[in-house]
């Protein structure tokens, strides 16, 4: 037992993954108030998004050698330094995609069917409720993708099967996906939200797409456009969001991730009727968390196994720390 693997985790495992792998490592998390407490013992370390892992963070892992994020983004992991530090970092791409395409999708019915101002109105008791219902039917609007990736691609199959007229922007995919799901392609983002209902927003977040989502952008929008977003907070500018929606340009958002995260109480995002919040947990369903939780082990597991993960982030780092080819 003492010459088995100790793979980190930034939060208790659920009991329910521990029997796929037990008899391959040794899983240790944190015990106290420290977040990175264990992980000076690491070979490996299955992690989340809420600590930056740099190279303050490596400096302390002497064995680490395999690191994988528990989702899709990895922005929170400085790829730069983790190969300086000889560390292969993984991401678990196809883990979230079912529940976070579904929840892109609720958000999408909930706010377009004004479900949050409707029950506001009720537990006002403001009567009148149906003359002052006004909700968008979805047979026929257009949504636009900003993305379609994993996710953005399980949000057009189903949004097309509900009715919806589908286009997206997405420099990064063929002609060939966006024919075979049946979207529309924008040549550009201006042109891919200046018509859309809906705008539904799936890409990765990057020193280039922060505040992708910002007050010029919106401005070519049309007018009372519904925005989604489940993709990372930083896509998004609040402050052009909520002038956008005091104004009428945006009719109501609907939003899993923040950024700060999660939204401190009495912010202003939390206390509008026509603005749904959810604490970043599109994913976050029991298979989903499993299937993430499970791909992410099999990316350290093989890491440290000396075969190169299918999901490595740095290639150019392997075989990396501690290997044969990397000592001489």
């Known amino acids: 037992m003492n010459d088995l693997p100790t793979i980190w985790f930034d939060r208790p495992l659920d009991e329910s ?23 000076d013992q690491a070979d490996g370390a299955v992690v989340g998004a809420s600590v930056i892992y740099d ?39 196809d883990g979230p995609t079912v529940s976070t395409a579904e929840h892109a999708l609720a958000l999408i019915f909930a706010i377009t069917k004004g479900l949050k101002t409707s029950e506001r109105r009720l537990h006002r008791q403001e009567g009148n409720y149906a003359a002052a219902h006004d909700a968008l039917e979805l ?11 994993r996710i953005g ?35 550009n983002l ?11 927003v799936h890409a990765p977040l990057t020193e280039q797409t922060r505040h992708l989502v910002g007050a010029e952008l919106i401005d070519l929008m049309t007018d009372g ?26 009719r109501a958002v609907g939003l899993d991730v923040t950024d700060p995260e999660p939204l401190p ?26 299937r993430i939780f499970t791909m992410a082990i099999d990316q350290v597991l093989t890491g440290l196994s000396g075969v190169k993960p299918s999901h490595i982030l740095n290639p150019e780092v392997w075989p990396g720390r501690g290997s044969a080819q990397a000592a001489t």
């Open 17 to 39: 993954v521990v029997p796929l792998v037990q008899r391959h490592w040794k899983p240790s998390w944190p015990t106290g108030d420290d977040p990175l407490d264990g992980i």
């Open 55 to 93: 190279r303050e963070v490596f400096s302390l892992s002497p064995d680490l050698r395999v690191l994988s994020r528990a989702g899709i983004g990895f922005d929170n992991v400085n790829l730069r330094d983790a190969t300086e530090f000889g560390i292969a970092a993984c991401n678990t791409p």
């Open 139 to 149: 047979e026929g609007a257009s949504l636009t993708l900003i993305g379609l990736g």
């Open 153 to 187: 691609s399980r949000v057009a199959s189903v949004a097309i099967a509900s009715g919806m007229q589908v286009c997206a922007y997405d420099p990064f995919e063929s002609d060939q996906r966006f024919e075979e799901l049946g979207v529309g392609r924008a040549s």
């Open 190 to 200: 201006a042109e891919a939200v200046s018509d859309a209902q809906i705008v539904s």
């Open 225 to 250: 456009v519904f925005i989604v977003n489940t993709a990372r907070g930083g896509l998004v500018d609040d402050s052009a969001l909520l002038d956008a929606l005091n104004t009428g340009k945006v």
């Open 265 to 290: 109480s009495g912010h202003p995002l939390l206390e509008r009727d026509d603005v749904l919040v959810t604490p970043h947990v599109a994913s976050a369903t029991g298979e989903g968390r499993k």
